[in-house]
């Protein structure tokens, strides 16, 4: 069977689509691309040292307004930029319950006009 592209992270799959799995549905190949995209490092892509918002670097940051807000302007400012199919519909962060206070749960729902499909990607940070 033919797919959009490779399932991340690699993994054989000879029997099914060649050598590695694939994405078989647009929609999973959108949500895996949104979700590199948020993962991803500023300066870690090759070639283009702005891409990514580089979740990971607010870990130690304390959970305040302004920081929430600074992570989701980075969010829309970069999905503006690299993923414009994609239109932010709402970004909630906030800790996953109140007795881990070290981590955020990052909610984003959005919309792919063009498939006319409604998504969302949680991500733990």
Same mark, same amino acid.
């Given at each position: 069977?033919?797919? &959009?592209?490779?399932? =991340?992270?690699?993994? &054989?799959?000879?029997?099914?689509? #060649?050598?590695?799995s ?10 895996? @691309? ?23 670097? &607010?870990i130690?940051? $304390? ?11 980075? *969010?829309?400012?970069?999905? #503006? ?6 239109? *932010?519909?709402?970004? @909630?962060?906030?800790?996953? @319950? ?7 749960f990052? $909610?984003?729902? &959005? ?9 969302e =990607?949680?991500?733990?940070?």
């Amino acid at each position: 069977m033919r797919g &959009y592209s490779p399932r =991340l992270p690699l993994s &054989y799959d000879f029997d099914e689509d #060649g050598a590695y799995s694939l994405n078989k549905k647009i929609i999973d190949s959108v949500r895996q @691309n949104l979700k590199m995209l948020i993962l991803t490092n500023p300066g870690e892509r090759i070639m283009d040292s702005d891409f990514g918002v580089g979740i990971k670097r &607010y870990i130690f940051e $304390n959970d305040t307004l302004e920081v929430r807000e600074k992570i989701q302007s980075r *969010i829309t400012e970069q999905v #503006g930029k690299y993923l414009k199919f994609i239109s *932010i519909k709402e970004i @909630n962060i906030s800790p996953p @319950n109140s007795n881990d206070e070290n981590v955020l749960f990052i $909610n984003i729902k &959005y919309h792919v006009p063009s498939l006319r499909i409604n998504d969302e =990607l949680n991500i733990d940070s």
